[in-house]
């Protein structure tokens, strides 16, 4: 086990090199080095930074300056999988274990990561007490314990789930390791529960101020949500983000402002992989202005200046929407978030969230509707994964695909399945025999000589030791031959043991993360599902609060509710304007005020006359004042039909 009290003197002397060698940066960002600090000293640490606060780097610095491999415990595989490639860009090695690897694929992983040199183990929750992970940790070096989405392992969050439970067990087969704990939202509540969770010895949170001094809030009632947005984004520049529910307003909103010359594109969670790709790089590379998209966009995209975010829908709570507004403006420069709500949209959210927690019963029959599907005896099942067609599913068992869509989250929140939405597997091999075994194969099977030579050329050798990512059509173009014969010859080869072949996949998965049960006795903790249920039907109420106050400063608002109080307004939101421009027109009427009495203690205007002594844009202003006035009878209006001061 390394010992923290003899090195981390050294390692602490290394960060700032490892910053700069592997990320280029001179220095770290606000609180990144307390927090670093804080991990090499062996100490346990909650932190907290907000969206695009530069969180991963808070653990994979201290990581690099430790000998040994650091576990990265996170829920979302998309992250995981762009971590790692980003990783390995970096020279750095890292691996990722998630649901749709096959059992070989993870047990070579798993092996790398005990034998090789494997910096980085990304896995997901529900990994933790598999018999695979549990006998290979025992002899893994581990020197750090990540855990992202912490706010994942407290019911009182906003995204509770139930296999991070698990990483207290984990944690005592680790009594000595560290443990950093990040995300970028949590109450004082929540902040609490993880740290307890997690048994930290003392409690220990480095947290950076929810505000955020360049970001402009702004919660504008209208009932016209299309047009309002084209106005904004005629009067914004720059790259946008606008959030709405549903997948159908993603391309009939995308479609409107095409329509306007606005460059858009529609992007969700059913668009097949490439397509989502191809929408996400377009605007990345700023090929296109606005991504129109559900909230399965934006997490763990790297973009840095966009300009303005807006939701058309309230989201489910602050925490959503602090997390979904934050990717505004993260290069610090000026920036927009700007809610658009009508005047049902409170009461649609509550009712959104009764829909979002449906009766035990149907939950039950939705589970046993899963097990139907796909076959599954009771007992078995455990961590198996399948393609998931949640309309198809539906209609075999006349269901509505919005209930069964809510029915399985509940059944993730109580640890039997969870759901893969918009999951992309690219193809990949791993080669069985090894050099002269295969060389004998080919010397007697010439007609698959061609690709296994390809192969080699394209993947070098570490096809012998890991599952590589191939792409079919490189091979064909390479070989000159249809894609369907490649991948053809692949799965013959695969049947052969010559190779394993996984072939890409492109839809959702369920994963079974416990044996199947059976339905009717299928252990359901109604009293937490209660209890989510009034928690999120609290989170809806704060919502609909925040967007209907019409009297504090928006970022005061959203610090009170993550238990950060301030005085201080931020004087950029909706609020905040509005009350900087009634105390610049109450000193320009002061102003205004002061010049026509000036005027008139000269000698007497016609009306007309004296509004034609102040500049055109005045007109109005210095028209409602002498209104004004005259009410309270500081003016009169002579006989002759002047005006003049009251004696």
């Known amino acids: 086990m390394f010992n923290f009290e003899a090195d981390n003197i050294a390692a602490l002397q290394d960060i700032h090199h490892i910053l700069k060698s592997y990320w280029g940066y001179e220095q770290f960002r606000p609180l990144q080095e307390d927090i670093i600090r804080s991990v090499l000293a062996g100490q346990d640490t909650l932190a ?74 990304y896995l997901s929750p529900e990994r933790l007490l598999t018999e695979l992970f549990q006998e290979r940790v025992k002899r893994m070096k581990v020197t750090l314990l990540a855990i992202d989405e912490a706010h994942c392992i407290s019911q009182w969050g906003y995204d509770f789930r139930p296999p991070y439970l698990q990483l207290s067990e984990l944690r005592e087969q680790l009594p000595q390791v560290p443990v950093i704990a990040l995300t970028a939202t949590a109450t004082e509540q929540v902040k609490q529960d993880i740290q307890e969770k997690l048994k930290f010895p003392k409690e220990n949170v480095c947290q950076k101020s929810f ?11 209208t009932e016209d949500k299309t047009n309002r947005l084209l106005e904004i984004l005629q009067r914004m520049p720059g790259q946008s983000i606008v959030y709405v529910r549903s997948r159908r307003q993603t391309v009939e909103m995308a479609k409107f402002l095409q329509s306007r010359r606005i460059s858009a594109a529609a992007y969700h969670a059913g668009l097949k992989f490439q397509d989502r790709s191809t929408v996400q790089q377009a605007w990345v590379q700023d090929k296109v202005r606005v991504i129109v998209a559900t909230n399965a966009f934006g997490m763990g995209i790297d973009k840095p200046d966009v300009r303005l975010v807006v939701h058309l829908d309230l989201p489910e709570s602050l925490e959503a929407y602090y997390q979904e507004a934050g990717r505004a403006g993260r290069d610090e420069k000026y920036a927009y978030a700007v809610m658009l709500f009508g005047p049902n949209d409170a ?67 109580e640890g ?137 400063c928006r970022t005061q ?91």
Do not use: W
């Open 347 to 413: 009461t649609e959210l509550l009712q959104k969230v009764a829909e979002a927690h449906p009766p035990v019963e149907l939950i039950r029959r939705v589970y046993q509707s899963l097990a139907n599907y796909y076959q599954l005896a009771v007992g078995s099942g455990l961590m198996s994964n399948f393609d998931f067609d949640i309309a198809d599913f539906a209609k075999n068992y006349k269901l509505k695909p919005l209930e069964v869509h809510h029915a399985i989250k509940r059944l993730e929140q």
């Open 557 to 647: 608002l959203l610090l009170e509710y993550f238990g950060e109080i301030s005085d201080k307004s931020c004087r950029i939101c909706d609020f905040c304007l509005a009350q900087r421009k009634k105390e610049r027109q109450g000193q320009e009427g002061e102003q205004l005020q002061g010049k026509l009495l000036e005027l008139l203690q000269a000698k007497p205007f016609l009306p007309k006359e004296l509004v034609q002594q102040f500049a055109p844009k005045e007109a109005n202003a210095v028209t409602e004042l002498i209104r004004q006035l005259v009410d309270v009878g500081k003016l009169r209006y002579a006989e002759s039909g002047k005006l003049e001061l009251t004696q």
């Open 211 to 221: 505000a955020r001094d360049n970001l402009s809030y702004s919660c504008l009632a």
């Open 48 to 121: 907290l930074l907000p969206t695009g606060g530069g969180k991963s780097i808070c653990f994979q610095v201290p990581a690099l300056a430790l000998e040994g491999i650091c576990i990265v415990v996170t829920p979302l595989i998309a992250l995981m999988k762009d971590q790692v490639e980003a990783l390995k860009k970096r020279g750095i090695a890292a691996i990722a274990i998630y649901s749709g690897m096959s059992r070989r694929e993870i047990d070579i992983a798993m092996d790398n990561c005990v034998y090789g040199n494997v910096k980085f183990l």
């Open 416 to 552: 039997y399945v969870q759901l893969n939405e918009g999951y992309h597997q690219p193809s990949r091999l791993l080669l069985v025999l090894d050099n002269l075994k295969l060389y004998e194969f080919q010397l007697a099977n010439p007609e698959h000589d061609l690709l296994i030579r390809m192969v080699l050329r394209l993947y070098g050798g570490e096809a012998f030791s890991n599952f590589v990512k191939v792409s079919e059509r490189k091979l064909a173009q390479q070989l000159q031959v249809p894609e369907q014969e490649v991948r053809r010859k692949l799965e013959y080869l695969h049947k052969l043991q010559v190779l394993f072949y996984e072939p890409q996949t492109d839809a959702p998965q369920i994963i079974f993360t416990s044996p199947r049960q059976d339905a009717s006795s299928l252990k359901l903790d109604t009293k937490r599902l209660r209890q989510l249920r009034e928690r999120a039907t609290l989170q809806a109420k704060e919502m609909g609060r925040y967007v209907e106050a019409t009297n504090r």
